[in-house]
């Protein structure tokens, strides 16, 4: 096939067909500026939002609230950025210990779900037993449901537990580790639904071939199709991290301790009732430093987080 | 296969081996499935059916500590508190099976105003998601289009906030003395020299209805609209990626064609690109209906359900249930009813989705 697709035809077709297509392409100008317009006026309210806050941020007055309008900070300053890195809300915790606090909760969840997940992910996918249907039956049935639709169970279940490691005690309802077993009550069935929609594309070809040269289903799995997987692991441990990156349900109803509290119940705290006086510079510095780091990362599998969530559901 | 081999006549082997080899294949697959099964059984299933039971008690902040006597059978009850006990229908009223006793609880409760407002937040949303979504993804596959590759990498970019950053930011930018939407207006009212008091408005506070009778027994005040447009701006980038990914699959004959038979833009819009559009549109509208309904950070983060509870939906309500209420079991039953909403609501787009189907084909 490759040869013909660079036979002497065919470039003369491509050739003409482009000329073809070039000619057609041009739009006339007064359409041209009009579009622009149209297309400038959505950049603007799509980038609005940001520019206020990447203003407010930045700008050195150091003001409560803003009290003019403007885009454009007079000057740029860090010194909201320096607050919050010392100390973003009344209670005594540092940004990064609040990070940390979030970073062990998301990559606790993402790891651990993506680990079962591809472990169940490749039964449903690649055998054939009586109860498979029903099993995967009850997966989806629990992703429909919204996480926080089991929080009083859980909340209660967990209360009831108390656990002493040596002369370390605490009730897990009131600890990360509690917050990162509801979160992961959530996260594993979308992390097995959406490793499945990913193997069910892998071709079955290299395994059947495999297979007939005795390979086990063991081997099969290890050699073969988590090799292949590996992207759509990557993009779902992103996804179940993304989640829990800004978890609040959970923390903001669990959580009692400040030094267990996260980034998300922090920047909330700057806002809600709780915000006092914390002046909107430090708020939209605060949530600038939230919103990067996941951004960044989405911006990079962007790609292939969007084709992994409609071959899921275009299926 | 290596078992089949060596189970042949000439080597007899015991009934138990036999049947042991012959269902290694059955046993890695429940194998694999072990883990997961293990622990979405005692984290995902196991609260979920302890959430049935407890729906059925009057679990309370009473029976929170451990040594606490467990709490109380009250069959329906709970249910019967969070339905009301009359229900207007064309004016004449008639009596349910629910006491309505929740709402002396809870100010401001009512189970099927909070429903009704759910739906209504839902299906006002949606539909403005696909319509924008898809004109945006139609301009940018404009052909000769300057820009367009800039234009689509700064479209994508609310994808990239989480929720929590998203309805904080714009709490603050609705906000009456100091937010920038207010600031916005009255600076652009100011070169019309309307005074900037006009432009004081209490997005998210007032009580006032501003387009009344819309839905009856449905109040939307201010803080919808606010909200309406924060899930505007959120939501159509999604449904421009998938637009643009059918557009771009759909052959430039078929446009050529049609001119070439006389049909005119809006005929080739209503006949080409919407049903060619439809197998990928309809899979994510269901994923923006089911997400919007459940759309907790944004209801949460920026009205707080408020005010006077009427911008509530369905999971916020719980959530404050059991938060600020400890009403654990009347929590329970509420999601338990959440859950059959949402049963039935699935069932619902699902049936829509498979009509529509087989209508194209």
Request: proline share 6%; with cysteine.
């Amino acid at each position: 096939m490759p040869e013909s697709k660079f036979s002497l035809k065919n470039i003369f077709r491509r050739k003409s067909g482009g000329g073809f297509v070039e000619q057609e392409r041009r739009l006339p100008l007064g359409k041209q500026i009009l579009l622009q317009l149209v297309c400038l006026f959505v950049a603007f309210t799509v980038l609005f939002p940001l520019m206020w806050v990447v203003s407010l941020s930045l700008d050195p007055r150091n003001i409560a609230r803003p009290t003019e309008f403007r885009l454009i900070p007079p000057g740029a300053s860090l010194d909201a950025y320096k607050r919050v890195l010392d100390q973003p809300t009344a209670n005594p915790v540092k940004f990064w210990e609040l990070a940390r606090n979030q970073f062990f909760l998301a990559s606790g969840t993402a790891i651990f779900s993506v680990l079962i997940g591809i472990l169940a992910a490749y039964s449903f996918s690649r055998f054939e037993y009586p109860g498979r249907r029903g099993i995967m039956l009850g997966v989806v049935t629990v992703l429909m449901l919204p996480s926080i639709a089991t929080m009083a169970p859980l909340f209660v279940l967990l209360n009831s537990i108390n656990i002493t490691i040596g002369d370390l005690s605490f009730n897990l309802r009131n600890s990360l580790f509690g917050v990162g077993i509801a979160i992961a009550a959530g996260q594993l069935p979308f992390a097995i639904w959406n490793l499945k929609g990913y193997l069910d594309t892998i071709p079955r070809e290299l395994e059947e071939a495999a297979r007939i040269d005795g390979a086990s289903p063991n081997q099969l799995f290890v050699r073969i199709v988590l090799p292949l997987a590996t992207p759509a692991l990557a993009v779902t441990a992103f996804l179940a991290f993304n989640a829990s990156w800004t978890e609040f349900g959970f923390s903001w109803l669990f959580l009692s301790n400040p030094k267990d509290f996260t980034l998300a119940m922090s920047l909330w705290n700057m806002v809600g009732q709780f915000s006092g006086d914390t002046p909107w510079s430090v708020f939209s510095a605060m949530a600038l430093m939230v919103a990067m780091p996941v951004a960044i990362v989405y911006l990079m599998l962007q790609k292939y987080i969007v084709s992994g969530l409609t071959i899921g559901s275009v299926k | 296969m290596a078992g089949a081999t060596q189970s042949l006549p000439t080597k007899p082997v015991s009934p138990f081996l036999a049947w042991w080899r012959r269902t290694s294949y059955t046993r890695a697959a429940y194998l694999y499935l072990v883990p997961a099964a293990i622990v979405m059984g005692v984290i995902t299933f196991y609260p979920m059916f302890y959430q049935v039971w407890m729906s059925f008690t009057d679990f309370g902040i009473k029976n929170l500590r451990r040594d606490a006597p467990p709490p109380n059978y009250v069959g329906l009850q709970n249910y019967k508190d969070i339905f009301p006990d009359k229900i207007k229908l064309f004016g004449n009223e008639i009596d349910t099976f629910g006491t309505g006793k929740l709402a002396a609880k809870v100010q401001n409760f009512n189970f099927l105003r909070i429903l009704g407002f759910n739906l209504i937040w839902t299906f006002a949303n949606v539909p403005f998601h696909v319509i924008i979504g898809v004109l945006v993804a139609m301009l940018l596959n404009t052909q000769g289009l300057w820009l367009k590759k800039i234009y689509r990498a700064i479209y994508v970019f609310p994808m990239l906030l989480p929720w929590l950053v998203v309805a904080t930011v714009w709490r603050n930018m609705f906000d009456q003395d100091s937010g920038s939407i207010n600031l916005l207006l009255a600076t652009v009212g100011g070169w019309f020299g309307v005074p900037a008091e006009v432009f004081r408005i209490r997005w998210m506070e007032s009580i006032e209805i501003p387009i009344k009778g819309f839905f009856p027994g449905v109040p939307l005040p201010l803080s919808f609209y606010a909200m309406l447009l924060t899930n505007l701006w959120m939501g159509w980038p999604f449904m421009t990626i998938v637009a643009t990914g059918a557009l771009q699959s759909i052959p430039k004959d078929l446009y050529e064609a049609a001119s070439i038979d006389g049909a005119n833009g809006v005929q080739q819009f209503f006949k080409i690109t919407v049903p060619l559009l439809r197998p990928a549109m309809i899979p994510a509208t269901m994923v923006g209906i089911i997400t919007t309904f459940n759309l907790f950070s944004c209801i949460f983060f920026m009205s707080g359900g408020g005010p006077l509870r009427m911008t509530e939906i369905l999971v916020t309500t719980a959530y404050d249930l059991v938060r600020a209420q400890r009403l654990y079991g009347m929590a329970a039953a509420f999601c338990v009813i959440i859950f059959f909403v949402l049963l039935i609501l699935t069932l619902i787009t699902n049936r829509i989705t498979k009509a529509t189907e087989r209508y194209d084909a």
